[in-house]
């Protein structure tokens, strides 16, 4: 069984370019949530989907951006990239409706130059 | 607002030692706690999951408890080992469902010495 798989790992990317950033979830699941990870922090959280729609924010601008597919995978898109964007982008994946604990992917680390 | 702290920010012990780290959090009303590893540049891995009704939580050589009313949570590693170095996150989620956002601390980083 898969668990959360994200794609790139790696990304390399200049101020003013636009990113996107892929999330499958784990077998079951049907919930995705993004996180923002800067270096020496704990993750922020950015915003959750679910049944295709945008349910939850964190304290985030409008240049972060995500999609949900029916198939329950999900995008995160950053656009007019910062240099403060650089970080470490997790997604989480969970059942709605259960008490199970959150599962993350390893993560894409964003470098913005 | 939610605010979560962990101490020590980082941590170094002998290989052996038995050792507790420690998270508070600001607001008592959680739904749940998690804490987390976390290797450099990794994902992160759940480790133990205390839902606000419970106390503790055993996995193995781990150990974490939870005491809503003074907002705090403990994490016991017994027996360290050289593979238990990592970051170590603890996050809260609240209100009444298992929909919320969670809240991480800064972590603490975990330094075992052979």
């Known amino acids: 069984d898969a668990g959360v798989t994200q794609s790139p790992t790696h990304l390399i990317k200049t101020r003013g370019q636009q990113v996107t950033l892929r999330c499958s979830p784990k077998?079951?699941?049907?919930?995705v949530s993004w996180y923002q990870q800067a270096l020496g922090q704990g993750p922020q959280f950015i915003f959750q989907?679910?049944?295709?729609?945008?349910?939850q924010r964190g304290n985030f601008p409008d240049r972060f951006s995500g999609h949900q597919y029916p198939n329950y995978s999900s995008e995160l898109n950053v656009n007019a990239l910062l240099l403060g964007d650089s970080a470490l982008y997790l997604c989480?994946?969970?059942?709605?409706?259960?008490?199970?604990?959150?599962?993350f992917g390893s993560g894409t680390q964003l470098s913005v130059l | 607002k939610q605010e979560v702290t962990q101490i020590p920010a980082a941590l170094s012990v002998p290989e052996g030692e038995n050792l507790v780290l420690n998270c508070s959090f600001t607001?008592?009303?959680?739904?749940?706690l998690q804490w987390f590893r976390q290797d450099p540049g990794k994902g992160l891995t759940s480790l133990l999951l205390?839902?606000?009704?419970?106390r503790e939580q055993t996995s193995g050589r781990l150990n974490a408890s939870l005491d809503k009313s003074s907002g705090r949570s403990t994490l016991y590693i017994a027996a360290s080992q050289p593979g238990d170095s990592a970051t170590y996150l603890c996050?809260?989620?609240?209100?009444?469902?298992?929909?919320?956002?969670?809240?991480f601390g800064q972590g603490t980083t975990l330094q075992v010495k052979p």
């Open positions: 989480a994946s969970s059942r709605r409706g259960t008490n199970e604990k959150l599962f």
């Open positions: 077998s079951g699941h049907d919930t």
């Open positions: 989907y679910y049944e295709e729609e945008e349910r």
């Open positions: 607001d008592s009303a959680i739904y749940n």
């Open positions: 205390i839902q606000s009704s419970q």
């Open positions: 996050a809260v989620r609240n209100g009444s469902s298992n929909t919320g956002k969670l809240i």
